[in-house]
């Protein structure tokens, strides 16, 4: 437990910090492109629109999925997605990538996973708006199921931070995690529901129980309970149960890991 406060408090201790170098980061990243910081969203609205030919048009979803048009349905899951996807490769490589630099400041590594994750917010947050307008132009109408929203926002943030500190501490030790990652991050993009209806695509049930396990899918479909005004968080209380215990389960082995390692992360580079 220790571990974990010495951690989180790192995190608050150098919020500004943090933010700055999110900026910095994103400047940097599309510093020589013409368009710039535009490419955040036009890269995924490009991907976006791909998958609703392949997926939508393609496989004849049209229709929908419970009643709400299909892109609607699939905007709402593939942009959180695509968040969850970058910060979660992105932060995974953080340390490997700067620890050469901040080992030679007077810097806390632990917060290079939060600043990508933070970074990442700035293309997140205009594909959540196109997503709402994108609902309410096909007749989505708000409720007070929305502000549920901000219960999922802080699992995604919880959950990414955990995983990422773990993913980056083990990109560390064992370089070729972070290429066995990466091919599990894509295998979950098909188990997670952002683009496939889970219960709907007549899969055993113990099948479909085990894929609603998935702390990601939990997101997902909590984002969709929210926006399409479904559920509450706490009528599926036993898979709030379970992600909470996963991300804190995450949590604690991340810490761990990366205080009992981290001195050394440069000599293991």
């Known amino acids: 437990m220790k ?3 010495t951690v989180l408090k790192e995190q608050i201790d150098h919020i500004g910090i943090i933010f700055r170098m999110s900026r910095y980061e994103d400047k940097a990243t ?25 997926f ?16 609607v349905w699939m905007l709402l899951g593939i942009t959180c997605w695509f968040y969850i996807n970058q910060s979660i490769l992105g932060a995974s490589n953080s340390i ?14 632990s ?38 929203y901000f ?18 501490t083990i990109t560390v030790l064992v370089r070729d995690y972070h290429i066995f990652l990466q091919s599990i991050i894509r295998l979950l993009f098909y188990l997670s529901g952002s683009i496939w209806d889970i219960e ?6 113990v099948l479909v129980k085990i894929l609603k396990l998935n702390p990601i899918y939990y997101i997902i479909d909590g984002f969709r309970d929210s926006f ?23 949590l604690i082995l991340g810490s761990h890991l990366h205080m009992k390692f981290r001195a050394k992360f440069v000599d293991y580079i």
Not at 56 to 71: A, L, T, W
Not at 151 to 168: E, K, Q, R, T, V
Not at 228 to 250: D, H, N, P, Q
């Open 200 to 205: 709907g695509r007549n899969l055993p049930i």
């Open 56 to 71: 939508g048009v393609g496989f004849n979803q049209r229709e929908g999925i419970d009643g709400v048009p299909f892109i």
């Open 30 to 54: 599309y510093q020589s492109h013409y368009l710039g910081l535009t490419w955040q969203i036009l890269n995924p609205a490009i991907q976006v629109g791909i998958y609703y030919l392949v």
């Open 111 to 148: 917060i290079l996973p939060t600043i990508n994750i933070v970074s990442n917010l700035s293309s997140y947050f205009p594909m959540v708006a196109i997503a709402i307008l994108t609902a309410l132009g096909f007749g989505v109408i708000p409720s007070i199921y929305w502000l549920q």
């Open 96 to 109: 490997y990538k700067q620890v050469g630099m901040v080992s030679k400041m007077k810097f806390p590594v």
């Open 3 to 5: 571990e974990i406060i």
């Open 228 to 250: 399409l005004s479904r559920e509450w968080f706490f009528e599926k209380a036993t898979y709030t149960l379970i992600f909470w215990g996963i991300v804190l389960t995450m």
């Open 151 to 168: 219960y999922y926002f802080f699992c995604l943030i919880s959950f990414l931070f955990a995983f990422g500190l773990l993913n980056a």
